[in-house]
């Protein structure tokens, strides 16, 4: 578990007593549990935007319309609205009433909140993929950030839809035949989904870049990092982390790329292909780790096949980004509009999901 609570966190407040909130449950339903905190958190901001609005001849009608319609879009529109919302509460503690007492409790999630989900390849590719498409469909304004190892490391080093082809792990000690799932085009077919591929050893502007677009971005987001390992056979205590990074965007073998819906609803392509071409084979990169390298002295045959088919994975898969972020991509107001598909009464239905 990334930032465990025992015997110590990475997580801490400010001299406010402001700062994250964590929380786990089972490893498999991470992105399920996420999504109960967002829907929790908008229930409760909902209910009291209804409450304020009975007290606004109590509270003041500016301070009302200000603390409704306040635009937090952007860190200072935030510190405006924790400021209103300190004097809301200082008002309220004045006020008894019904509804009152129900505000003050919940007051603090008219200030805008951040939902962000953490969780390794294992769960996200894998066992957990289930979840993680269905809070990525609901459309909520969540943040998922996947801390791609390509193997289950938590539980010792074990095989996951991840491992990309002809590396050693458990369940695939003769390296792995096929190849590593897309996780980040899969969610890209959606539409509405902000997705990024991130690689902070090999270009860390472009990580911050992602991140911050992600925050800011009023729907689901995903950022697929690319983060090294010791089950990869390399030597950490050397720091080599972020050369490997390198090696394997430099390779080909890792994207760097951002889909932003936005730009498709400004005309412009939602895809930008941050990574150039190639500069090194992709067995270049393999065999500086030995989870690729151990394959060429047990079964040195598969290992040579293997790696002349990640080359060739590798070279289709930037051909396809490539000609994906190269599309032209029409406004709204340059296409036209799409007739509307006749209506079968005996197969129309509704559902409402939460």
Same mark, same amino acid.
């Given at each position: 578990?990334?930032?465990?609570?025992?015997?110590?966190?990475? #997580?801490?407040?400010?001299?406010?007593?402001?700062?994250?909130?964590?929380?786990?449950?089972?490893?498999?339903?991470?992105? @399920?549990?996420?999504?109960?905190?967002?829907? &929790?958190?908008?229930?409760?901001?909902?209910?009291?935007?209804?409450?304020?609005?009975?007290?606004?001849?109590?509270?003041?009608?500016?301070?009302?319309?200000?603390?409704?319609? $306040?635009?937090? &879009?952007?860190?200072?529109?935030?510190?405006?609205?924790?400021?209103?919302?300190?004097?809301?509460?200082?008002?309220?503690?004045?006020?008894?009433?019904? @509804?009152?007492?129900?505000?003050?409790?919940?007051?603090?999630?008219?200030?805008?909140?951040?939902? /962000?989900?953490?969780?390794?390849?294992? /769960?996200?590719?894998?066992?957990? #993929?289930?979840?993680?498409?269905?809070?990525?469909?609901?459309?909520? +304004?969540?943040?998922?950030?996947?801390?791609?190892? @390509?193997?289950?490391?938590?539980?010792?080093?074990?095989?996951?839809?991840?491992?990309? *082809?002809?590396?050693?792990?458990?369940?695939?000690?003769?390296?792995? %035949?096929?190849?590593?799932?897309?996780?980040?085009?899969?969610?890209?077919?959606?539409? =509405?989904?902000?997705?990024?591929?991130?690689?902070?050893?090999?270009?860390?502007? =472009?990580?911050?870049?992602?991140?911050?677009?992600?925050?800011? #971005? %009023?729907?689901?987001?995903?950022?697929?990092?690319?983060? =090294?390992?010791?089950?990869?056979?390399?030597?950490?205590?050397?720091?080599?982390?972020?050369?490997?990074?390198?090696?394997?965007?430099?390779?080909?073998?890792?994207?760097? #790329?951002?889909? +932003?819906? *936005?730009?498709?609803?400004?005309?412009?392509? %939602?895809?930008?292909?941050?990574?150039? $071409?190639?500069?090194?084979?992709?067995?270049?990169?393999?065999? &500086?780790?030995?989870?690729?390298?151990?394959?060429?002295?047990?079964?040195? +045959?598969?290992?040579?096949?293997?790696?002349?088919?990640?080359?060739?994975?590798?070279?289709?898969?930037?051909?396809?980004?490539?000609?994906?972020?190269?599309?032209?991509?029409?406004?709204?107001? +340059?296409?036209?509009?799409?007739?509307?598909?006749?209506?079968?009464?005996?197969?129309?239905?509704? *559902?409402?999901?939460?």
């Amino acid at each position: 578990i990334y930032g465990g609570n025992l015997p110590t966190t990475p #997580y801490t407040t400010n001299q406010c007593g402001r700062g994250p909130t964590w929380a786990n449950s089972l490893f498999e339903d991470n992105a @399920e549990f996420g999504l109960g905190f967002r829907v &929790s958190i908008d229930k409760q901001r909902e209910f009291a935007s209804e409450l304020i609005k009975k007290l606004a001849t109590q509270l003041g009608d500016d301070l009302v319309t200000d603390i409704l319609q $306040a635009d937090q &879009s952007n860190e200072v529109g935030i510190y405006d609205q924790r400021e209103r919302v300190t004097a809301l509460k200082a008002k309220l503690a004045g006020i008894d009433s019904p @509804e009152a007492n129900l505000l003050k409790p919940i007051a603090d999630t008219l200030v805008k909140k951040s939902v /962000w989900i953490l969780g390794g390849d294992g /769960w996200a590719y894998d066992i957990g #993929y289930g979840g993680l498409d269905h809070v990525l469909a609901n459309g909520r +304004d969540i943040n998922v950030l996947v801390m791609d190892t @390509e193997v289950y490391s938590n539980t010792g080093g074990q095989m996951s839809k991840s491992t990309p *082809r002809g590396a050693v792990a458990k369940f695939a000690a003769g390296g792995k %035949p096929a190849g590593k799932k897309d996780l980040g085009l899969i969610a890209m077919t959606y539409g =509405h989904i902000y997705v990024a591929s991130v690689a902070m050893g090999a270009k860390d502007e =472009h990580t911050l870049r992602a991140f911050v677009e992600a925050e800011s #971005y %009023p729907g689901p987001s995903l950022i697929i990092a690319y983060s =090294h390992c010791i089950a990869h056979g390399i030597a950490l205590d050397q720091g080599v982390g972020a050369r490997q990074q390198k090696l394997a965007v430099d390779s080909g073998q890792w994207l760097l #790329y951002r889909f +932003d819906p *936005r730009r498709a609803e400004a005309g412009e392509n %939602p895809l930008q292909l941050d990574s150039g $071409a190639a500069k090194i084979k992709v067995q270049d990169y393999m065999m &500086s780790e030995n989870r690729f390298k151990m394959l060429t002295k047990s079964k040195p +045959d598969d290992a040579k096949k293997y790696f002349a088919q990640a080359q060739v994975d590798a070279d289709k898969r930037w051909k396809l980004y490539q000609s994906m972020a190269q599309r032209d991509i029409k406004s709204p107001a +340059d296409s036209p509009a799409p007739s509307a598909p006749p209506v079968s009464r005996a197969t129309t239905s509704t *559902r409402s999901i939460v």
